[in-house]
């Protein structure tokens, strides 16, 4: 099928009924996010989804001990919020003997986790919670862009922009970020049983998918992406157009259909 094509009725029957398929907590069980499971609190949840999506790049067996290990550090001293405010990780993070510039996890640091939670303390101590946080942030990036007559940026950028130099947080201009835009997806996306929807500010439609391997692969299988399309903004954001033929309001919940059918062999 050419990509310029619209969806036709069969694929588009075809992507809702796996949706329907995969959008389930039973699914993702072994899924980064579990998190979302973890916490009730909001204000824990936010931060402990946001680190455990920066950890998600891998293999799930790889990653997900060493996000559990950072939250149960943290939930000895009180969850996620009150571990990263108070600035406890930086005497408990980095076990005895161990040098800040040994790895954590694959190419990250302990030094550049204690680089990511800093950040997230001075956020915490400047906000009442991260979610006001980056809606300040995008608010002003977003007038910013009408001074000068450009676009909206997409919310992923806002976050990018918080966390400049932070080596843990995807930045770039043509990155896919496919890390911040499955964190986007858990914190914006409404009734959904997997994704919270905290951020209630921000308009689901606006969301990018997150693009992973698997998302790529099926996406070419069926059509909706060129043969050679590789892991970029640009990308991203032709297939969220793709998506809206089915969902106009909620493009990601394609995700579910992609990455499930993707994973689930």
Known sequence: MNNSKPISEELAKYLINLADKYETIKFFSGDPSCILCRYTCPEDLEVAAFIAAMLAFGRRDQFLPKTEYIMDLADKKGGPKAWLQS?????DFIPNGIDSSAKFYRFYSYGQLIDLFS??????????NFGLYVKRCHSKLCQERIVVGKE?????????LCFKG????????????KRIHMFLRWMVRQNSPVD??????????????PLDTHVIQQGIKMGLL??????????ARILTDK???????DPCRGDYALFGSGVDK
Do not use: M
Not at 87 to 91: E, P, S
Not at 119 to 128: A, D, K, P, V, Y
Not at 152 to 160: Q, T
């Open 243 to 249: 998506l809206k033929e089915i969902w106009p309001l």
């Open 119 to 128: 950040r997230l303390n001075t956020i915490l101590n400047e906000s009442e």
């Open 226 to 235: 060129p043969l050679n399309a590789t892991a970029t903004e640009k990308t």
């Open 87 to 91: 600035g406890d990780f930086n005497k």
């Open 152 to 160: 909206e940026p997409l919310l992923a950028e806002s976050i990018s």
């Open 196 to 209: 919270k929807g905290f951020w209630n500010w921000y308009e689901p439609s606006k969301l990018i998918i």
């Open 166 to 177: 932070c080596a843990i947080v995807p930045q770039g201009a043509n990155s896919a970020k």
